[in-house]
């Protein structure tokens, strides 16, 4: 038949068994030409090569220098030109991220919550874009990490789940505006102790809280996010404070109260709306305790330095109108007995007759 290319096999002739197609796909990765992984290096070397014989003959050598893994090369050219794109590639980031950010800061509309929101999300923005504009840049056949996707998959699965949840936690945070720089919230060091600090800087992964000694706390935003969190500055920056006061029993409670109001009201930190309360507290064992009640606005400029000075302009009113502040006291009763009266009547004797002896 006209056309027909194929042999009949000739009588006594065995006929040749078929490939199967593992055969068949290894004799064509056989037959395939040998690609390299970055198809800007070839690019960039036939352009040198054009313009400058000498540059083309160190750059032959350059690429001479190679490994060869089946029909994937790499030689020494494609990383010195890989190395190079990264390396521009992150500078360029670098210097648009930054350029990003101080035009966001310079839209007076925005607070700073919103301002360090738009700032993380454009960072992310221009690191995303800038790892494909590198990918393009290089000519990498992406086909060619496939090999390492698996690997790559299960890496971010679990080596960097906990990173990429504290991202999205620290934008919810700002997004919602529960957390943001500028708050006052209470922390606990590794002992349970509670002390309070001031929001610094919001991370990718962590929130900076400082305290008032200037030991500063890296606290996941992810434990934010899920944790009960006690800010003092969430709606109102407005935080009541109590310094408790004992007065003697035998004072004038009429007075030792306005005394208390005057030391609160006197004092500069201390809110005038609204203003100070004074609140008997209970009947101790050796005082009648008190608690002043007193606003404060500014929080992160400490609590225990107002209650300081509460309590020394209370100390000098006090002194000034005869109030006395109270101190342990004990009264001791003793039972009288038989014993217990020779005893004090020996005493009484010898002092009796210490004069005589005396003038002996």
């Given at each position: 038949m006209q056309g027909e290319t194929a042999t009949q096999p000739t009588a006594g002739e065995t006929p040749a068994p078929e490939a199967t197609p593992v055969e068949q796909a290894w004799?064509?990765?056989?037959?395939?030409?040998?690609?390299?992984?970055?198809?800007?290096?070839?690019?960039?070397?036939?352009?040198?090569?054009?313009?400058?014989?000498?540059?083309?003959?160190?750059?032959?050598?350059?690429?001479?220098?190679a490994l060869s893994f089946g029909n994937f090369r790499v030689s020494l050219f494609d990383?010195?030109?890989?190395?190079?794109?990264?390396?521009g590639v992150l500078a360029l980031a670098w210097f648009t991220s930054k350029l990003a950010k101080r035009g966001v800061r310079r839209l007076t509309r925005l607070d700073q919550t919103q301002q360090l929101?738009?700032?993380?999300?454009?960072?992310?923005?221009?690191?995303?874009?800038?790892?494909?504009?590198?990918?393009?840049?290089?000519?990498?056949?992406?086909?060619?990490?496939?090999?390492?996707?698996?690997?790559?998959?299960?890496?971010?699965?679990?080596?960097?789940?906990?990173?990429?949840?504290n991202l999205i936690a620290g934008i919810i945070l700002l997004m919602d505006k529960s957390i943001k720089p500028g708050d006052v919230i209470a922390v606990a060091d590794m002992a349970g102790n509670e002390t309070f600090g001031q929001i610094r800087k919001i991370g990718v992964r962590a929130v900076s809280v400082t305290t008032r000694d200037?030991?500063?706390?890296?606290?996941?935003?992810?434990?934010?996010?899920?944790n009960q969190?006690?800010?003092?500055?969430?709606?109102?920056?407005?935080?009541?404070?109590?310094?408790p006061?004992?007065?003697?029993?035998?004072?004038?409670?009429?007075?030792?109260?306005?005394?208390?109001?005057?030391?609160?009201?006197?004092?500069?930190?201390?809110?005038?709306?609204?203003?100070?309360?004074?609140w008997m507290d209970a009947y101790g064992d050796n005082s009648v305790n008190f608690t002043i009640h007193c606003w404060i606005?500014?929080?992160?400029?400490?609590?225990?330095?107002?209650?300081?000075?509460?309590?020394?302009?209370?100390?000098?009113?006090?002194?000034?109108?005869?109030?006395?502040?109270?101190?342990?006291?004990?009264?001791?009763?003793?039972?009288?007995?038989?014993?217990?009266?020779?005893?004090?009547?020996?005493m009484a004797e010898g002092g009796a007759a210490s004069p005589k002896a005396t003038k002996e």
């Open positions: 004799s064509l990765a056989q037959d395939a030409p040998e690609e390299t992984s970055v198809a800007a290096a070839q690019g960039i070397r036939d352009a040198v090569s054009s313009k400058s014989e000498t540059a083309g003959t160190v750059l032959d050598t350059l690429d001479a220098l990383v010195l030109i890989v190395a190079a794109v990264i390396l929101l738009v700032e993380k999300i454009v960072t992310i923005v221009v690191w995303a874009a800038a790892f494909f504009l590198g990918i393009d840049l290089l000519g990498i056949d992406l086909t060619a990490l496939a090999v390492f996707s698996g690997a790559f998959g299960l890496a971010i699965g679990f080596g960097l789940q906990k990173t990429f949840g200037q030991r500063e706390y890296l606290i996941p935003n992810e434990n934010l996010m899920i969190v006690e800010n003092w500055s969430y709606s109102s920056k407005n935080v009541r404070m109590q310094v006061v004992g007065v003697s029993y035998e004072s004038d409670m009429d007075l030792a109260e306005k005394l208390m109001l005057q030391a609160a009201m006197e004092c500069d930190r201390v809110l005038k709306t609204p203003p100070p309360t004074v606005d500014d929080p992160e400029e400490g609590v225990g330095n107002v209650r300081s000075a509460v309590l020394k302009k209370l100390w000098w009113l006090f002194k000034e109108h005869d109030v006395e502040i109270p101190f342990p006291q004990r009264d001791i009763h003793l039972r009288s007995s038989d014993q217990l009266e020779r005893i004090f009547a020996r």
